[in-house]
């Protein structure tokens, strides 16, 4: 238990987690991007509109072509990130958690579907991204501040 009421500088506190959190995001929203680069057919660098993609929205942007597809990327991944910085607490926290869920199973579904790995892939992906959850989530012991 903290002395006195908790801080932004506390790491115990809901602001301090968030801001730990939000790169297991970052990570779990570049894996998810690189998946999706990477699982493309060979035809799609030299003709976007063969573009294998989910997501109506994405599938249109990369349709366009890789170039557009990385700024867009880039300025989608940090728009998230300022968002989940920014917004009130609990709000910044459903963000998060949003985001880091829907593009875990994106990332999933790559690995299952495009890549053929099998359900245990997704299993080991998602046990991955749990232990940086909890690692980000918990303070190591020496980050706590100590009881009176």
């Not at 949003?98 to 998602?126: E, M, P, T």
Request: aromatic share 12%.
């Amino acid at each position: 238990m903290t002395s006195g009421p908790m801080t932004r500088d506390d790491p115990l506190s809901p602001v301090g987690m968030i801001r730990r959190l939000r790169w297991v995001m970052l990570l779990v929203i570049l894996a998810d991007i690189l998946l999706t680069l990477s699982g493309q057919p060979r035809s799609y660098w030299t003709d976007p509109s063969t573009v294998r993609e989910s997501n109506a929205l994405f599938h249109y942007i990369m349709s366009k072509g890789y170039g557009v597809s990385l700024a867009v990327d880039v300025f989608y991944v940090g728009g998230c990130f300022l968002l989940v910085s920014k917004l009130p607490c609990r709000l910044g926290a459903v963000l998060l958690f949003s985001l880091v869920f829907g593009h875990f199973f994106g990332g999933a579904s790559w690995l299952l579907f495009r890549y053929q790995l099998g359900v245990q892939s997704v299993v080991y992906y998602g046990i991955a991204v749990s232990i940086l959850i909890v690692l980000a989530a918990v303070p190591p012991r020496r980050a706590r501040k100590p009881a009176d």
